[in-house]
């Protein structure tokens, strides 16, 4: 059974920072690219960051390029974004997926709330 699963959501003060981690089993995670997407109250679920499959290629959206970083160890498999510098349009629920050519997986999401 394909599982993802999110953890390291939170509120926290605008700069402050959070590192969210999604943990995979049921499928070859070393096989997979991953993205973190997030989906803000009334918005459309957007990209934020993506890695391959070895990790060493990496995507950011431009408004988390330098304040956030993607990293996946594929020996525990599992995925990290840190987080840092987070600002109150950064709350939202944040998902992580796992995608081939043929399929895609997702996760179940964790909140993150940046709030003074």
């Known amino acids: 059974q394909v599982q993802l699963v999110e953890s390291g959501g939170g509120l926290v003060q605008p700069g402050g920072s959070l590192r969210l981690s999604c943990a995979a089993s049921g499928f070859t995670f070393s096989s997979y690219a991953m993205s973190w997407n997030r989906q803000a109250p009334g918005k459309e679920r957007e990209l934020v960051a993506a890695i391959s499959d070895g990790g060493g290629v990496t995507h950011y959206a431009d408004s988390m390029k330098g304040r956030f970083t993607i990293s996946r160890d594929n020996a525990k498999n599992t995925m990290y974004l840190q987080m840092n510098s987070l600002k109150p349009e950064d709350t939202a629920v944040y998902y992580c997926?796992?995608?081939?050519?043929?399929?895609?997986?997702w996760g179940q999401g964790t909140q993150v709330t940046v709030s003074s």
């Open positions: 997926n796992a995608h081939n050519k043929m399929t895609i997986y």
